[in-house]
């Protein structure tokens, strides 16, 4: 069992279909995250599912902390590998 700090779901509790958390903070700025099945830039990017591979969002909803699949809104990367928010997770 493990619990987002963002919301405080079970992320292995098929309700907990969405994060509540809507954006990232940088600075004072406030940047909209990238929404399962909205990150989809390629065919190669990572095959679709109903359900996050990963953190177990459905589409369209926001992923859980930490999430291998979600897509960083500034630089297309995935969140875990790139720098940009290093602040704030
Ligand atoms: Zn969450
Ligand atoms: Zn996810
Ligand atoms: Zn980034």
Known sequence: MSHCPDCQQDVSDPSAATCTRRHFRLGNR?????????????????????????????????HHRDCAIEQ???????VTVCRCWNQVL
């Not at 990238?34 to 095959?47: F, H, I, L, N």
């Not at 599912?49 to 990963?54: A, I, K, P």
């Not at 960083?72 to 995935?78: K, M, N, V």
């Open 30 to 62: 406030l940047v909209p995250r990238v929404r399962y099945g909205d990150e989809r830039r390629s065919a190669v990017w990572y095959s679709f599912e109903d359900r996050c591979d990963d953190c177990g969002v459905e589409s369209g909803g926001y």
């Open 72 to 78: 960083c809104p500034l630089c297309g990367d995935y």
